[in-house]
């Protein structure tokens, strides 16, 4: 972990530990290597979001905002099913995952 990232994560503590008390859970994911930094969730369902929701649907979702307007670009995102909402902000180092 880079020490820019191990210090925006201390940074964020109290924010995070305000998210854990109102939410299913989070996942902190480094964009370069596509590992989690930091999740509250359990393993099997931190990789499966990681692989699922991390990848290819940020690509697809920051590709359609880019072809509506190519001076846009996509800065978050909202996903509800049945079960949970998924709440998504890409940034260019890591990606935030809230399960709410």
């Given at each position: ?61 920051r590709s359609a905002v880019r072809d509506l307007d190519s001076t846009n ?7 509800g099913t049945k079960k949970f909402e998924y709440l998504i902000a890409p ?10």
């Amino acid at each position: 972990m880079s020490s820019g990232f191990d210090e925006i994560v201390r940074k964020n503590e109290p924010t995070s530990d305000r998210i854990v008390d109102k939410t299913h859970g989070y996942i902190v994911i480094n964009n370069r290597n596509a590992i989690a930094m930091k999740s509250t969730l359990e393993n099997s369902i931190t990789q499966g979001i990681i692989k699922q929701m991390a990848g290819p649907l940020i690509f697809s979702a920051r590709s359609a905002v880019r072809d509506l307007d190519s001076t846009n670009d996509l800065t978050f995102l909202r996903i509800g099913t049945k079960k949970f909402e998924y709440l998504i902000a890409p940034e260019e180092d890591f990606t935030i995952v809230v399960l709410q």
